[in-house]
């Protein structure tokens, strides 16, 4: 319809989504509340992000930055060259640079909170942190990126846990 209209080359289209969707994986059917103790697996987590402007952002490009759905409105906004209203300090990073072309330039980390686990995520590691009630995981993802082995007492990770533990 955009290209019917003539509009095609001047509208920037944004696919994504507010969850991830274990569809089976990891034998859970739904998203991290699909389980008890609820999981922060990678598929319930991860969401599609597509960014799609002929002429603008290249055809075909991935980016390999993790970036939140907090990153999402500075980025829009810095994309489109709109200043952001003055008000309370707000969360989130613009990585409108990287759709232009620019190298991920910035520490790829990312923190999740969901009922009674917290979370962070580097690009090969996840440290889930829950309550008394409830064991916390390592998983390292490059060696196991289906999250099935928790490495959490494992003793080749505990400078890892204490930086991570640390920093969450």
């Known amino acids: 319809k955009l290209e019917e209209l003539g509009v095609r080359e ?65 980025a829009i906004l810095e994309y489109l060259g709109i200043t952001p209203p003055p008000g309370p300090a707000r969360v989130g990073r613009s990585y409108a640079g990287f759709l232009r072309g620019a190298p991920p330039r910035w520490r790829n980390r990312l923190y999740f ?13 996840k440290y889930i942190q829950r309550t008394r009630e409830w064991p916390s995981e390592l998983y390292d993802l490059e060696a196991d990126p289906g999250e099935t082995a928790n490495v959490i007492d494992s003793p080749q990770h505990a400078r890892q846990l204490r930086a991570l533990r640390d920093d969450l």
């Open 10 to 74: 001047d509208t920037l289209v944004v696919f994504t989504a507010d969850q991830g969707w274990n569809a089976g994986h990891h034998g859970v059917w739904g998203k991290g509340n699909g389980t008890w103790p609820f999981n922060m697996y990678e598929e319930s987590l991860r969401v599609p992000l597509i960014w799609n402007h002929p002429g603008s952002i290249r055809a075909g490009a991935v980016i390999d930055a993790m970036v939140s759905s907090y990153d999402y409105f500075p």
């Open 113 to 125: 909170e969901y009922a009674h686990a917290r979370a962070v995520r580097t690009g090969n590691l």
